[in-house]
């Protein structure tokens, strides 16, 4: 292999890697957080502090309180409540005495110890997933408008441009990825992890597609099938799997890893012979991704509790999400003044 392609190819591996969402952490795997943890859902308490959620008697049923108080959703909410301030409790107490011992700070389920604003865990982190969505939902509208408003219409109403539907649905999974990654950073719970980690998931698997689909130009429905079908069925598995037998992080890095690498290289080998007119776009959201993924690398604890390598990640997809939608409506009208041009029906 030519060694600058090397080069290029160590690289994404090493960013990939990187992935910050998606790694095991050591704080909640240390058996003294666990037995906290167990034992504050079972007392309700850590140390002095108890939690007015945790009350429930020996039959789940809450004591005390009115009929609506008794209701199994607001249960259920309860014991979220319960479980959230005990790991939260749990977390700053394994971290004062860990502090006292002269050990630095380690990451439980995945992130950093942050002080809570408002009951919100990460606040920075939910500012830019939130920002990230509303990015979203301004390049998916704009390329919306461009492609029914702007552009000409097949006779049958319908658009040239024959990848929209493709990136309707990615526009629709990375809104729901966004959203989900908001909600888990206000409220780490199991419910709310699994549903952050599967539509991450889902979204790097139906990116890792469109990708193969769009670089090889696949306008054939047979052959598209060909190219979803068996990484559908694959990332279907696999999000089942996560959820119904085991949240496997470690497996699930592997997963994502090789997703995220096949694609940027897909799209970075695309970018680098084609002649389309806005391949820069291309290179800027590549090479811009994965510079932004070294953030990463130096996964730092938060600055103050609040502003860590994740969060600051989070924020550099804002501007590369802008461009990427600015890359997908000009690629709409490059296609499309194509096929008008070959005078294509
Ligand atoms: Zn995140």
Not at 132 to 139: D, V
Not at 145 to 168: C, D, G, N, R, V
Request: aromatic content about 16%.
């Amino acid at each position: 292999m030519h060694m600058a392609t090397r080069n290029w190819v160590a690289l994404f591996v090493v960013l990939s890697c990187l992935l910050g969402v998606l790694d095991a952490s050591a704080g909640d795997a240390d058996p003294l957080y666990r037995a906290c943890v167990k034992q504050c859902e079972e007392t309700g308490c850590v140390g002095q502090k108890c939690f007015p959620h945790c009350k429930f008697s020996s039959d789940g049923a809450s004591i005390n309180g009115p009929w609506y108080m008794q209701e199994p959703l607001y249960l259920q909410w309860k014991k979220w409540d319960c479980l959230s301030d005990c790991r939260y409790n749990c977390m700053v107490d394994r971290e004062i005495k860990r502090d006292a011992l002269g050990h630095g700070p380690v990451k439980y389920h995945g992130k950093w110890p942050f002080i809570r604003v408002y009951g919100i865990q990460e606040p920075a982190s939910v500012a830019f997933s939130v920002l990230n969505l509303a990015m979203h939902f301004h390049g998916w509208l704009s390329f919306f408008i461009l492609l029914y408003y702007k552009l000409p219409l097949k006779q049958t109403k319908k658009a040239y441009y024959e990848f929209s539907p493709l990136w309707h649905i990615y526009g629709f999974l990375s809104m729901n990825s966004w959203f989900w990654s908001a909600v888990f950073h206000s409220r780490d719970v199991d419910l709310t992890e699994k549903f952050d980690y599967s539509s991450a998931v889902a979204l790097l698997g139906f990116s890792l597609i469109l990708a193969i689909l769009r670089s090889f130009n696949v306008r054939d429905e047979a052959a598209r099938v060909m190219v979803a079908a068996p990484l559908l069925a694959f990332v279907t598995t696999h999000i089942l799997y996560l959820n119904f037998y085991k949240l496997d992080y470690g497996w699930n890095m592997k997963v994502c890893v090789v997703m995220a690498v096949a694609q940027l290289l897909i799209w970075a080998t695309w970018a680098g012979i084609t002649r389309h007119p806005s391949r820069w776009k291309l290179w800027v959201v590549v090479f811009g991704g994965a510079l932004a993924m070294l953030l990463e690398i130096y996964d730092f604890p938060p600055y103050y509790g609040f502003l860590d390598a994740h969060a600051i990640w989070h924020a550099t997809t804002i501007p590369l999400t802008y461009i990427w939608w600015s890359f997908i409506r000009d690629d709409a009208e490059f296609q499309t003044a194509n096929m008008l041009k070959k005078g294509r029906p």
